[in-house]
């Protein structure tokens, strides 16, 4: 009976061996988004810490005056030196496995300093490589205090999650840490990051409501930037991506009508695919670009035939590409990575062409961009719905 009696205390205390050195729950900062800034020879991290207990069993906090993070900063040599400052006004320990995402500041990534910031950041063996990447020449901690409208939970921010907005209207592709480091590890070396902003166009009856807006890129290089693509200059981008689902375009369907209204109609590009094409000479390289899309139209006035739609929506996306090409050539970057596709299919005239990674482009070395427009309505033309 003895003997019966021990083993069973011998079983338990196994069993609550593995307890001993846990970490109870609430007893935790759960950090959930980080910043980064460099200025006069130090960084300064910004750490926003969320109250998952608000937020847990609901999209939104059943309290909208509820406060849902809290953003502290701090400053240091080295990363690692400014989180170690950080550690010391926190009354818990923070735990690194709920971040989301990463903003880099411009002034960071101008003076080189990213690989640093990535170095420190995966030594955290609780980081992930899915973490989302920005950049921003705002405030940092402005753009990490900024709330989703209608109090949504921040768990559902822009920053925490760009995919939902990216669903629907595909302009800029969200960038991962993991993605990041593969195009500055591949030919041209080059990646674009998520440029981020804060923009007021929404109001309550209480007040304005601040909220994030990705409009452009910055073309980042280990080393430094090499330019911004905002808004127009930038629409080219959506056309080359792999990640596009839905983008929508307004377009002219005819030059010189006085009635801009009855010129213009709005289509919803769907089932994009693209293909980049090297035409390789003995003394340079040159691209041609071939897309394949479907246009459904969502907006128009007058009566309109399914060529007309094709012709205008195939002008403006063509245009659109050689614009955003050209933006990005006057500060020297490889904005579609052209680089690469000559790197993928022909390495060995690649290595003969490359300079420091990547292919001397120029104004002429985008040859033909065709784009071909189907129409899946199956109508032959398009009518007022309303007889004028």
Same mark, same amino acid.
Request: neutral net charge; charged residues 25%; contains cysteine.
């Given at each position: /009976? !003895? ?7 011998? %079983? ?33 991290? $910004? ?15 059943? #309290?909208? @005056? ?13 990363? =690692?030196?400014?989180? !170690?400052?950080?550690? #010391?006004?926190?009354?818990? +320990?923070? $735990? ?9 500041? !411009? ?30 020449? +705002?405030?940092?901690?402005?753009? /990490? %205090?900024?709330?989703?409208?209608? =109090? ?23 960038? #991962? ?8 590890? +591949? ?11 804060? &923009?007021? *166009? ?21 080393? *430094? ?23 929508? %375009? ?18 919803? &590009? ?9 035409? &390789? ?10 897309? @394949? ?6 907006? $128009?006035?007058? @009566? ?31 904005? $579609? ?16 062409? +490359?300079? =420091? ?5 120029? !104004? ?19 009518? =007022?719905?309303?007889?004028?």
């Amino acid at each position: /009976m !003895n003997k019966r009696i021990l083993l069973i205390i011998m %079983l338990c205390s196994l069993l609550l061996s593995g307890c001993w050195d846990s970490n109870e729950a609430g007893r935790m900062f759960y950090l959930f988004g980080i910043g980064v800034d460099y200025k006069d020879g130090e960084y300064k991290v $910004y750490a926003q810490l969320v109250d998952f207990a608000s937020i847990a069993r609901s999209v939104q906090p059943p #309290n909208p @005056d509820i406060v849902q993070s809290v953003v502290g900063e701090a400053n240091g040599k080295t990363v =690692n030196e400014a989180f !170690n400052n950080l550690y #010391n006004s926190l009354d818990e +320990e923070l $735990y690194w496995g709920h971040i989301t995402y990463l903003v880099f500041s !411009n002034d960071l990534l101008e003076q080189g300093k990213l690989n640093p910031v990535i170095n420190a950041f995966i030594q955290f063996h609780d980081t992930r490589y899915q973490t989302w990447v920005f950049s921003t020449k +705002e405030s940092i901690r402005k753009i /990490m %205090l900024a709330k989703p409208v209608l =109090n949504k939970a921040i768990s559902l921010s822009k920053l925490a999650y760009p995919i939902n907005s990216y669903k629907q209207h595909s302009f800029i592709e969200p960038l #991962n840490l993991r993605k990041l480091i593969i195009n500055m590890d +591949e030919p041209s070396h080059q990646t674009n990051i998520p440029l981020v902003s804060l &923009i007021s *166009n929404w109001e309550t009856y209480k007040s304005d409501d601040t909220e994030t807006l990705i409009n452009g890129v910055s073309v980042v290089t280990p080393k *430094n930037v090499l330019g911004e693509l905002k808004n127009e200059q930038a629409q080219g981008l959506q056309w080359l991506s792999d990640e596009t689902i839905r983008a929508g %375009l307004s377009v002219d369907i005819a030059d010189g009508q006085e009635d801009d209204e009855k010129n213009r109609i709005s289509v919803v &590009i769907e089932k994009m695919k693209a293909k980049v094409i090297p035409i &390789i000479s003995s003394s340079q390289v040159r691209f041609d670009i071939h897309l @394949d899309m479907v246009a459904l139209l969502s907006g $128009y006035r007058g @009566d309109i035939s399914v060529a007309e739609i094709q012709k205008a929506v195939k002008k403006r996306v063509e245009q659109q590409i050689q614009t955003t090409y050209q933006e990005s050539v006057k500060f020297d970057s490889d904005v $579609y990575r052209l680089s690469e596709y000559l790197y993928r299919k022909h390495l060995k005239t690649w290595k003969k062409f +490359e300079r =420091n990674g990547r292919i001397e482009l120029t !104004n002429d070395s985008l040859r033909n961009i065709t784009a071909e427009v189907r129409v899946t309505s199956g109508r032959k033309s398009f009518k =007022n719905t309303i007889e004028n």
